[in-house]
């Protein structure tokens, strides 16, 4: 577990010093992400000198393991931006309204957006 958390936060770590280093507009944990999702194709590609070089839990499902484990606690990830919210109650007053329409935006957005991409990764899995 401790292998895996590491390539995970190593990778997390790699793209935001990329996204700073760049000055990229895009968050360094979503290209930490992609670094990670490059990391899984190729030890999937390569899986026989993958299991000779890297240590067992990142090629025996410990990665995998140690990532659901983060998911299924993620919302106690949640608590310092709740406490931040708590702590600003003043800026809710006064926006309010507006905050509410960017979310409710934001959130349909976001819905539509995995669905259709949903659907195109459907699609192209189908074709193969």
Known sequence: MIVSLTLILLAQLLGEALARAAALPVPGPVIGMALLLGFLALRDRWRRASTRWLP?????????????GLLAHLSIM???????????????ASHGLALAAVLILSVTLTLATTVLTFVAVSRVMDRR
């Open 56 to 68: 067992p839990p990142l090629v025996d499902g410990g990665l995998e393991g140690t990532a659901k």
């Open 78 to 92: 949640f608590v310092p931006a709740a406490v931040g919210i708590v702590g600003r109650l003043d800026v809710l």
